[in-house]
Structure formats: structure tokens, C-alpha cells
């Protein structure tokens, strides 16, 4: 009798572990997402453009079934995400898209511009209050002119009183460390005088400078909310006005002098 023949074991199948997430690879029923796509990134339900989380407010609705702004974007819930000036949260109010962002019956409160704007501000101001504890701030016009020459500045803030003189000064420095080939130094003209003598716990303040160190970049991510939420800061169309009426004067009695 012929001996049997040994039949050969075939290879198990190596399984593929971990399996391909479908948001990694863009296919499957949730494959919304792909692999290349920033994670950071949300959707405008206005505008319907990708931005990044910091560009955009975030808002939710309330037990109450209002619209709530979550400006930490921290708050449970279904959320969306508005660009984030006061131009498009109106807008977003105006066409109804909260409710069918947050896919829920919701009430707008009609002042949600003025709520989200008075959060920033606040946000923006104890942010502030601690950069002044903390030794990142400076006070005064001299105090600040020097700051931003020696390029220490990371921003400049304007009290809304302040006069267009005091900030034509402080402008020529900012403009004269940049030509130097320092850092450039925004300046904003976000609140009036008594609220940032409050902020700082002092009295009246015209001109501060935010230092480039510490708790200063929490301060210029705020601030910086503050200003595109109000459409962007007339500092700088002082600047340009306060220029104009400079070439014009001169223009005047460069005129009277050839007469």
C-alpha cells in the first residue's frame, strides 16, 4: 500500500491591524475628512469657508433653547461655528441658520451681538489685569514709545479718547523700528480710558503696551478677538487721516509760498 502524501499547512492571512480608520482614508459612509485636512479646522455656516477654531465663534443652544456664544468652545452639546465678526453672527441671525445648524428649535436673543461683543470685551480685559500682575505691561506714552523702539512691544493699545497727536508719536516709533528692521507693533483703539485705568487697577490710562512675554500672548489672542469681532481697529485710519492733514497742510503753504 503507496504511503499517503502529507498535505502542506497553508499560511494564515497576516490580518491588516490596525484597520484604516474611513476619516483617514476619505472613503466608508463617514469618510468626511481627509487625512490631510487640518483637525483644527471648522465650517462658517454663513459663509460655508473652512477657517481656522480661533477665527470663528462657537455657539450652542441653551437649556433654555437660546442661541448661546461659547466663546472657550467648551461648552456639551452640539455646536456651530460663525465666522467671527459682529457682520456674520447678524447675519446668521437675520436667515435663520442656527436652527438648522444646531437642528433644534432655538430662540435668538435679538441683542446677540452686543452679548457676544460685551464677552470679548471682558475676556479681553481680564486678560489685561492679569498681563499688568504678571509685569507684561507698560504704561504711559514714554514708557510705551520705548518699549516699541526696543522691540519689546508685541502690541500697543490707544484709549478711544486718546489724542490724534499722542498717537502719531507712538506710530513714528513703531513705523521707525520696523524701517529698523525690528518687529512690526499693532495698535488698537478698543476701549476708552476709565476702562482700561480699571483693567489695570490705576487711574485714567491713554497708552499701554502689551510686553512680548508671559501672559502677553494670551492678552493678543484676545485682543486681537475683540477687534475683527468690531470690524478691525480705526487706529490705523487715524494713522492715514492724521497723515492726509499733514501733506495737505504742507501742501497749503508750499501753495502760499509760491504766491
Known sequence: MPPRKRLKAKPAKTPSWPAPEPWRTGKGAIGLLKASEPMNERTCIVTRKAGEA?????????PDGSVVPDLKKTLPGRGCWVTGDRV??????Q???FARALKAEVTVPPDLGETVDGLLAKAALGS??????????VL????????????????????????????????????????????????????????LGLAFGGTNVIHAAVLAEGAGRAVQKRVVALDR???GSPEEDLEVAAATDAVGAAGR??????E
Open 140 to 195: 504711559g506714552a514714554v514708557k510705551v514709545e520705548d518699549a516699541v523702539r526696543k522691540g519689546t512691544a508685541l502690541l500697543v493699545l490707544h484709549a478711544q479718547e486718546a489724542s490724534a497727536d499722542g498717537i502719531r508719536r507712538i506710530a513714528s516709533a513703531r513705523r521707525a523700528t520696523v524701517h529698523a528692521g525690528g518687529p512690526a507693533t499693532p495698535a488698537y483703539k478698543l476701549f476708552s480710558g476709565t476702562e
Open 95 to 97: 436667515r435663520k441658520l
Open 88 to 93: 456674520h453672527v447678524e447675519k446668521a441671525a
Open 229 to 231: 469681532f468690531r470690524g
Open 54 to 62: 480661533d477665527s470663528l465663534i462657537r455657539f450652542v443652544r441653551g
Open 253 to 258: 503753504a508750499a501753495a502760499e509760498d509760491m
Open 128 to 137: 489685561l489685569g492679569l498681563a499688568r500682575k504678571a509685569g507684561s505691561v
